[in-house]
């Protein structure tokens, strides 16, 4: 079992920056995938980034430039470091966490924190 917990979400201008924070239970580095998702109100659940215990990372085309994934493995945390936000980035932002060794894969989630972006 991997527990994440998420923190760092508010309110903030367009075009401003937040940073989100997710401390997860365990070894970051034995964790296969740690990813952001955002569920904005009405909207299904997207793929905002990924990052791999090796540090590979992958961005949805509608952030990339702007956000930034990372891990620090001495903290156990990743980071979502967003700049230049547009008002549709208001959404829920969750962590999420894929573990496996062959089948079945793991999969955590956090309770997510709210981001509103807005003047």
């Known amino acids: 079992q991997v527990q994440l917990v998420e923190s760092g979400g508010g309110l903030v201008q367009p075009g401003g920056s937040l940073e989100l924070s997710c401390a997860a239970s365990?070894?970051?580095?034995?964790?296969?995938?740690m990813a952001w998702y955002r569920q904005a109100p009405g909207k299904q659940c997207e793929l905002v980034a990924s990052i791999t215990s090796g540090g590979t990372t992958n961005y949805a085309d509608f952030v990339k430039g702007r956000f930034t994934i990372s891990g620090d493995n001495a903290k156990n945390t990743v980071y979502l470091q967003m700049n230049s936000l547009k008002p549709e980035g208001t959404a829920v932002y969750h962590c999420n966490a894929k573990q496996w060794v062959g089948l079945p894969i793991e999969d955590y989630w956090g309770q997510g924190t709210q981001v509103n972006v807005a003047s």
């Open positions: 365990a070894r970051i580095f034995t964790i296969n995938v």
